[in-house]
């Protein structure tokens, strides 16, 4: 146990400045304000990343794109990028914050998805009858005239016949089902509204449409103006835990790495398919309700080996006395995590950088160094630790408490820090 403290002590190459903390910082800029994501990774820090270690590179990679945060600011300063993520609503959001669209053919839509709403209300549009979607457990989570307002404007959009332009009305939508349905503001996982909520819960669909539409509309413009369209962003749904095919990025063909990987398994940390799954039943995908399972340690391993690193050893070691079915938890992530970086390490050229921003979570009790964990994956695989930045959340969207021991009614603060490790390949 002490051992594990110990890296959590300042050093040299470990130290905590409080201007990565940007507290004052706009982080819905340009495009970044398409869509709230859980622990998005703010624009400043990788701005900040691509602004000191990126000079000259060409193209990066971020093996857990999220919403896109580094695919944005990389195309804002002329650098190719290719993003990948097993959820398709974060692709979706990557693919649409990094899109250069038809601002003119854009307006136009929206001004036509203006006049339908102004049809409906007068009745005056007869042939609009929409299809209720059938997915498990709707009446639960919307109510009657939500679901009828939402079927009408996922009609429209299904004849949109511009793909870029789809997928941004898309994203929109699903910022709209989120806060026209009965789920908890501020969470994460899908808990519903009480009942006396509900009965005075009256979100108005098309107005959170319509303000959701000109709001990235004009995150869009803004982003195309700066950016110049001179990049090209490509976002993929394959898994990085299983490997990374040759035909999407080679060995040593990668100049930086940006990314923030998730914390712990999405069912006891952050669930990410539990906040995207209302969307992604709306928008007919399948397998809506999986994604958690999907995500990296949402699986047991298969095998018993043992960790080599330190530090993976010795939180086995220490958790394993306490909760062995938790431990099980720690294991499948980190085997993930693990696999995951010994695929993404050979893309980096010789000299190229990989910068991971990751939060070090608590397991009973137990602070899990994972920057730590990083420096040592990447050690082994031939990287040099160049620096591990400890900065403040002050901004965040994170839940401020959970259950790290999974006991009903025994929560913690969550995390308060995050730690950017920088390694170069040597």
Known sequence: MNHLLESLVSTEKKYADPLWDFRSADTKRHTHCFHNYPAMMIPQIAGALLDKYGA???????????????????????????????NPLARLMSSAKTSFLPIDELDGLITEFGDMIFCLGFSCEKDLKPTLPNFRNID???????????????????????????????????????????????????????????????????????????????????????????????????????????????????????????????????????????????????????????????KK??????????????????????????????????????????????????????????GNRKVKGLVLPTDEITVELFKTRGFSHLETIIRNIPNKRMPSRNSPSNVTGELEDTMTQEFIVVMRKD
């Open 56 to 86: 000259g590179a060409k193209l990066l990679f971020d093996p857990y794109c999220g919403s896109g945060t580094s695919l944005v600011e990389a195309s804002l300063r002329g650098i190719d990028s290719v993003g990948t993520d097993i």
């Open 140 to 298: 639960f989570w919307f109510s009657p005239i939500v679901k009828m307002k939402l079927a009408h404007v996922l009609q429209f959009i299904g004849t949109i016949e511009d793909i870029g332009i789809q997928s941004f009305f898309k994203v929109c939508f699903s910022e709209t089902i989120r806060k026209a349905s009965w789920t908890r503001n501020g969470e994460f996982k899908l808990y519903r509204i009480t009942e006396k909520q509900r009965e005075i819960f009256d979100p108005d669909v098309f107005k959170i449409m319509v303000a959701n539409l000109y709001r990235a509309r004009n995150g869009l413009k803004s982003y195309m103006y700066d950016a110049k369209g001179r990049t090209a962003a490509k976002v993929f749904g394959f898994n990085t835990v299983e490997g990374i095919p040759d035909n999407v990025l080679q060995r040593e063909s990668v100049d930086i790495i940006v990314t923030s990987p998730p914390y712990g398994d999405s069912r006891t940390t952050v669930a990410y398919g539990q906040y995207s799954r209302l969307s992604l039943e709306w928008l007919g995908f399948e397998d809506a309700g999986k994604i958690d399972s999907m995500l990296m340690g949402g």
């Open 301 to 358: 391993p298969n095998n018993s080996e043992k960790f080599k690193t330190y530090y993976l050893s010795e939180i086995v070691s220490t958790l394993s006395s306490k909760d062995p079915k938790r431990t099980e938890d720690v294991i499948s992530f980190y085997k993930d995590y693990e696999a995951s970086i010994s695929h993404v390490a050979p893309l980096l050229k010789k000299g190229g950088i990989s910068c991971y921003v990751v």
